[in-house]
């Protein structure tokens, strides 16, 4: 199977490429789509999704890539 790359935007949140789908526990919600967009800067209303709060709350942080192999 091929590697899977998770880049995180520089003061932006995590990336990951689609087709994906998230399952959280928690609210049994489902969110699926080309990329999924994950905060990063802990203050979204929507966790793990990203809502847009990094820009409200200025959150810097650099680009990363996180890449795992199956």
Known sequence: ???IKIKARENGPWMVPGPAECLVAQAQQTLAGDIVYLCRCGGSSKKPFC???????????PEA???LNQ
């Open 1 to 3: 199977m091929p590697e």
């Open 51 to 61: 809502d847009g709060t990094h820009r409200a709350i200025e959150f810097k942080a």
């Open 65 to 67: 890539e996180l890449i």
